[in-house]
């Protein structure tokens, strides 16, 4: 059993910090994840991010305590954390994942011009795991 959690959230860096503030956001994840076995993806496009981290639950407690008081996004809308019973990225401390067509796609067929994941409801999170999953 693991603990699993997705979220999106949004981004309060201006444009031209972006890139500087996803870089160190992914150092200091592979950090914590691998030391902690945390396993996830995040996508981020359009100025949010989705992600879905999993792990031993306090850990991953742990975690979105410190993902609360992250200053680098805001509007944080929790989708699920519940026990499942394997875990799905268990290849990737932090599994990135670009923009893609597929994920657009997705946001399209339900009405969202841009990837706005905090309008998502909850019962479209498994199949957008998907999608990230088979994600090259
Ligand atoms: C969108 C987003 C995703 C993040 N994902 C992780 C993560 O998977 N693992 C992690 O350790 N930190 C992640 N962080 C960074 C944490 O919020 C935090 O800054 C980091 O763990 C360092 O915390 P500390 O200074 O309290 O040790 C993420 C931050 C953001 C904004």
Known sequence: MTFQLCYASKT???HHQLLNDLREIFGEARDFNILHQVRGVLYF???HFFQCIE???SVILR???KLHKDPRHQQI???NALMIEHAHF???SMKYVRRNSKI?????NRGLLRFQPLKLDRQD???LLQLLYETE
């Open 90 to 92: 268990t290849q990737w």
């Open 77 to 79: 809308k929790l989708f």
């Open 125 to 127: 999170v498994p199949l």
């Open 12 to 14: 309060t860096a201006p």
């Open 45 to 47: 496009a359009d100025e």
């Open 104 to 108: 657009q796609q997705f946001f399209k």
């Open 55 to 57: 792990g031993e639950e």
């Open 63 to 65: 975690l979105l305590e």
